[in-house]
């Protein structure tokens, strides 16, 4: 997510422990920005309001989301729907899927 440097005005919504990578839709919604201490950045962007970049989706990511569905650990919606998509998976993420079932 893109971040600025440190800037007055400081938004009210601050984060003290966390980093500016750490920025996603799990954060509170904040017109003002959320400052994140961890590395004294800015992000602007609203955390309901994250654009959506189209791409290809890394296998090792798929292959991620797929671990941690097999730990019963919960996923997004976005990486639900790719799971559910396989038919865009290339060979090893196939392979990989039958393993784990």
């Known amino acids: 997510m893109t971040s600025i440097p440190l800037q007055a005005p400081l938004p009210k919504c601050q984060k003290n422990n966390d980093m500016s990578f750490m920025f ?38 798929v292959a991620d989301w797929l671990l941690a569905v097999r730990r ?15 038919e865009h998976w290339n060979v090893a993420l196939r392979w990989l899927q039958d393993f784990l079932n």
């Open 72 to 86: 019963g650990e919960p996923i997004s919606q976005y990486a639900q729907m790719v799971l559910n998509s396989p």
């Open 24 to 61: 996603g839709e799990h954060m509170p919604v904040s017109d003002t920005g959320i400052l994140f201490h961890g590395d004294s950045r800015i992000v602007l962007t609203p955390s309901n309001k994250i654009p959506i970049v189209q791409g290809t989706i890394p296998a090792w990511l």
